[in-house]
């Protein structure tokens, strides 16, 4: 399960994007934007994708905007939630393997004209699993800790 939005910079991207992920037979919801409003907000859109990440066990997400950081940003700050802002499948991979990323970040204005990039992105993020090597298990439970207001010093 696959949840899908973009900002108005990353309006065309997302479209590509899902398109894609239909052809892989994912199983894909489209949370926006569904039209290009540059004055729309890309917090609203990560806020839509991370709730239904958190809500559904093994979904994750995609956001996609102009430069990939704000969506990212947005997304961290909830607990439970590890967003990668991502330009290549070898970070793609690491994110997954090393941090269980739930949360593809695509940055729209350098990916968008580079196909088999964005589509290598992803194909990384969907087929990587996380390792589940202790040291990663304890890391992202630290970070959850962060993100619920519990740090341990």
Excluded at 69 to 82: K, L, S, T, V
Aim: net charge negative.
């Amino acid at each position: 399960m696959i949840f899908v939005a973009a900002d108005h910079n990353g309006f065309r991207l997302r479209e590509k994007v899902l398109l894609y992920l239909l052809r892989r037979g994912e199983e894909v919801y489209d949370l926006g934007a569904h039209e290009l409003d540059a004055n729309d907000d890309f917090n609203i859109y990560a806020a839509d994708v991370v709730r239904q990440v958190k809500k559904n066990k093994n979904a994750v997400g995609i956001l996609v905007c102009g430069g990939g950081q704000g969506m990212c940003m947005m997304a961290n700050r909830y607990a439970g939630i590890r967003a990668a802002l991502i330009w290549d499948d070898i970070e793609a991979e690491i994110a997954r393997n090393d941090n269980d990323a739930n949360v593809l970040c695509l940055p729209a204005r350098i990916l968008e004209d580079d196909e088999v990039e964005w589509k290598a992105i992803i194909d990384k993020f969907l087929d990587t699993p996380f390792a589940k090597a202790a040291r990663y298990v304890r890391r992202n439970n630290a970070l959850d800790k962060v993100g619920e207001g519990k740090v341990k010093k």
